[in-house]
């Protein structure tokens, strides 16, 4: 038996940082399995990968084509003699999944947005409210955030005065995309005089945070910390997108204030709170200056 999986995985500008850390996180798990793991991401300028001492495939993309991308996936299965794929992306859809079965591939896949019914075992470990659960249960077979893959420890909850805050804004590190929350958490922490760590993994990220903000000398501009899969548990408060530091948080202990800042984050407030997450912006409250304000100071003074 050939003990090889192909993992293909969104990485690219725009993307999102939580597809790459989950896949990580499997990649290394599967390695422990004895099972060989090659990672199939795009190829082009701006995605570095340097870093990543693993497995690499990469494909050509101009721009992403289902029925193109799945020839790729055929010939990589070939070239590896492996029948199993892994699949990471918010691009994919059923015909996707159905190329690569008619080729005698076994196809396995995150499903977020519970749309991909033609899998052979999809997960999807979104929040969700029990009758929305029963609905998905049918087409995706691992349903709920006991499935979230990672390798975060759970660590309890402390309550503690907020001395330590952490903002990121997602894969791409656009801040723009979330401009007033931002700008709040940075009015309001230096009115309080609390430093806050800016994570900022390019150059671009940087520039855009430098557009909304005013950077003090108390706080700290950092890129991806490499390797660190407990980096949530050293902060009171972790500010960003809704994406994979959500659920990382909560379970190393620490507060979330999250939101959406693309299309494909559909989780609400009301599904979080299954998680015991209250503090999360629903994209409809994204304009509303004074509720963003008022949940920050009360995730700081109240926490």
Same mark, same amino acid.
């Given at each position: 038996?050939?003990?090889?999986i192909?993992?293909?995985?969104?990485?690219?500008?725009?993307? $999102?940082?939580?597809?790459?850390?989950?896949?990580?996180?499997?990649?290394?798990?599967?390695?422990?399995k004895?099972?060989?793991?090659?990672l199939?991401l795009?190829?082009?300028?701006?995605?570095e990968?340097?870093?990543?001492?693993?497995?690499?495939?990469?494909?050509?993309?101009?721009?992403?084509?289902?029925?193109?991308?799945?020839?790729?996936?055929?010939?990589?299965?070939?070239?590896?003699?492996?029948?199993?794929v892994?699949?990471?992306?918010?691009?994919?859809?059923?015909?996707?999944?159905?190329?690569?079965?008619?080729?005698?591939?076994?196809?396995?896949?995150?499903?977020?947005?519970?749309?991909?019914?033609?899998?052979?075992?999809?997960?999807?470990?979104?929040?969700?409210?029990?009758?929305?659960?029963?609905?998905?249960?049918?087409?995706?077979?691992?349903?709920?955030?006991?499935?979230?893959?990672?390798?975060?420890?759970?660590?309890?909850?402390?309550?503690?005065?907020?001395?330590?805050?952490?903002?990121?804004?997602?894969?791409?590190?656009?801040?723009?995309?979330?401009?007033?929350?931002?700008?709040?958490?940075?009015?309001?922490t230096?009115?309080?005089?609390?430093?806050?760590?800016?994570?900022?993994?390019?150059?671009?990220?940087?520039k855009?945070?430098?557009?909304?903000?005013?950077?003090?000398?108390?706080?700290?501009?950092?890129?991806?910390?490499? $390797?660190?899969?407990?980096?949530?548990?050293?902060?009171?408060?972790?500010v960003?997108?809704?994406?994979?530091?959500?659920?990382?948080?909560?379970?190393?202990?620490?507060?979330?204030?999250?939101?959406?800042?693309?299309? #494909?984050?559909?989780?609400?407030?009301e599904?979080w709170?299954?998680?015991?997450?209250?503090?999360?912006?629903?994209?409809?409250?994204?304009?509303?200056?004074?509720?963003? #304000?008022?949940?920050?100071?009360?995730?700081?003074?109240?926490?």
């Amino acid at each position: 038996m050939n003990k090889t999986i192909l993992l293909r995985c969104d990485y690219f500008n725009g993307s $999102g940082a939580g597809h790459i850390r989950r896949i990580l996180t499997l990649y290394y798990g599967l390695i422990k399995k004895g099972i060989k793991p090659i990672l199939v991401l795009d190829d082009f300028d701006g995605v570095e990968t340097r870093n990543l001492d693993i497995n690499i495939e990469k494909v050509k993309i101009v721009k992403f084509n289902e029925e193109k991308d799945a020839k790729e996936i055929v010939f990589l299965a070939k070239k590896y003699k492996t029948n199993i794929v892994f699949g990471d992306s918010y691009r994919i859809s059923n015909y996707w999944v159905n190329l690569l079965k008619k080729s005698g591939l076994k196809v396995i896949c995150i499903d977020e947005l519970g749309v991909l019914d033609k899998t052979d075992l999809s997960i999807n470990y979104t929040p969700l409210k029990n009758s929305e659960i029963e609905k998905r249960i049918k087409i995706n077979n691992l349903v709920g955030p006991e499935f979230f893959i990672t390798e975060s420890k759970k660590l309890s909850y402390k309550k503690r005065q907020v001395k330590h805050i952490i903002a990121h804004a997602g894969g791409n590190g656009d801040y723009s995309n979330a401009e007033n929350i931002y700008k709040a958490l940075n009015i309001i922490t230096q009115k309080l005089s609390i430093s806050v760590d800016w994570v900022c993994t390019n150059e671009y990220s940087l520039k855009s945070l430098k557009k909304i903000i005013q950077i003090t000398s108390k706080d700290r501009i950092l890129d991806w910390v490499k $390797g660190n899969n407990s980096i949530w548990s050293f902060y009171d408060i972790v500010v960003g997108p809704s994406s994979t530091s959500v659920y990382e948080s909560i379970m190393q202990g620490t507060l979330p204030i999250s939101f959406p800042i693309n299309k #494909n984050q559909l989780t609400d407030r009301e599904d979080w709170l299954t998680l015991g997450h209250a503090l999360h912006i629903n994209k409809s409250e994204l304009e509303n200056i004074s509720l963003i #304000n008022e949940l920050i100071e009360i995730a700081i003074k109240k926490k």
